[in-house]
Structure formats: structure tokens, C-alpha cells
């Protein structure tokens, strides 16, 4: 299967397509439309990659297909599905990502410390948000807004003092986050380790309801 670069019709853009994500744009849509009319997320065309060239168009671009495209505007929470289409329709290809600080904050980790954690998580009967899981190996746990401020404080409250050394890492206003089924830097999708739900996605869990966990599995992990 093909990956061909075609370059967009006057608008200066670099379009990534293959045939699988050419098939797959209704269904794109219609995630676009979930995550603006269901969860209440703002979703923004980023940047795809193959054989480390991004479709930004950027020949020294310093994060392949993990941006989004600066020149494209966000499709804004509440959108209905035809106005997802209309909004896609303008950037096919274009990967699916959400901006940070707005609607949650997310705390990074590890893929075996987040699988661990989670299990733990759901035994404890803790309130869990969405979580997903990056072709890096990272789990991106989505917690409530602030938490990437607060961070460093809360850890130092719950006697970590440094969250570096446990590979832990909050993500705030300002960064994106490649959404599920998207491809992420050429590298594979990123997948769902939890899907968001109505009891969670619209009003994700308290960052320090999660914390203990998570720096108790990754500070094992260690060992």
C-alpha cells in the first residue's frame, strides 16, 4: 500500500494520503464529530509523516507527523458531523489531534508502568479518564486541567521529589496530543487503553486522585 505526497491546491499544503486513509475518511469524520459533539473536545488537523518527511512541508521539521498544521484552524467543540466533514474535507490525510491545558491536562508515563497502574487503578475503584497509548510506549492518562502546573508540587506533597526520576511527565497548555486511530511521526497509531466516556471524557479526574498510583508503579518499575 502506497504512500504518495500530493501537494494541495492553492493553499500551499502537503497532503499524506494512503489508500487505507483515503477509504477510512467517513469513518475519520465521524471520530471528528464524536470527540466535538460527544466529549467536547476542540480536534485540530496535524501534520502525517512518512519516511521521516512531514506533510507540513518542512524539509528540517523538528517533530515529523506529531504537529499540527499551523495554517489549519481547529474544528471547535459541538461541531456536528457535517460540519466535521466540511472542516475535513479541507486537510484529507491530516491526522486527528487535541489541544492540551483546554478541556484536560495529561500525565505521561511509560506503557508498562500506565498498564500496571490502570489495572491497579480499576481495582482500587478509582475515577479514571481516557487513556491512550502511543506508538513511543507511552500512556497519556487524561486528567483535569492544571495538573501540569501542579505537578511538581502535588509529587513533592506525596514525598517524590523529583518527577524526572520517575519518568513521569505532565503535558499542559500549549501541546497537543495525537488522538486514536491517528498515526503519530510515521511511527503507528496511537490506540485507546481506556475510551473516553460520558461519566469521564467531558470531566476527567483530578490529577492527584491518580498521582500515588502512578509514581508508586513507576518508581517499582525502576527496581
Do not use: K
Not at 9 to 15: A, E, Y
Amino acid at each position: 500500500m502506497g504512500f504518495t505526497i500530493g501537494i494541495g491546491s492553492g493553499r500551499g499544503t502537503r497532503d499524506i494520503r494512503s489508500g487505507a486513509r483515503r477509504r477510512g475518511r467517513a469513518s475519520e469524520c465521524t471520530v471528528v464529530a464524536e470527540f466535538t459533539g460527544l466529549w467536547g473536545w476542540d480536534v485540530v488537523p496535524g501534520a502525517r509523516a512518512a519516511a521521516g518527511t512531514c506533510s507540513c512541508g518542512l524539509s528540517d521539521c523538528p517533530a515529523p507527523g506529531a504537529h499540527p498544521l499551523e495554517f489549519a484552524p481547529p474544528v471547535p467543540a459541538g461541531a456536528t458531523l457535517d460540519e466535521a466533514n466540511a472542516a475535513w474535507a479541507r486537510f484529507p490525510g491530516a491526522a486527528l489531534m487535541l489541544p492540551v491545558g483546554r478541556r484536560f491536562d495529561v500525565i505521561e508515563v511509560t506503557e508498562p508502568v500506565g498498564l500496571r497502574a490502570l489495572a491497579r487503578m480499576e481495582r482500587m475503584g478509582l475515577p479514571i479518564g481516557p487513556v491512550t497509548a502511543t506508538p513511543q510506549g507511552r500512556a497519556q492518562f487524561f486528567v483535569a486541567p492544571g495538573a501540569a502546573t501542579e505537578l511538581p508540587r502535588l509529587l513533592y506533597r506525596m514525598g517524590w521529589d523529583d518527577p524526572s526520576a520517575l519518568d513521569l511527565r505532565g503535558l499542559g497548555p500549549g501541546t497537543h496530543v495525537t488522538a486514536p486511530p491517528s498515526d503519530r511521526g510515521g511511527l503507528g497509531p496511537v490506540r485507546w487503553l481506556r475510551p473516553p466516556a460520558l461519566d469521564s471524557a467531558a470531566r476527567p479526574p483530578a490529577a492527584r486522585l491518580l498521582l500515588g498510583t502512578l509514581a508508586y508503579v513507576a518508581h517499582r518499575s525502576r527496581g
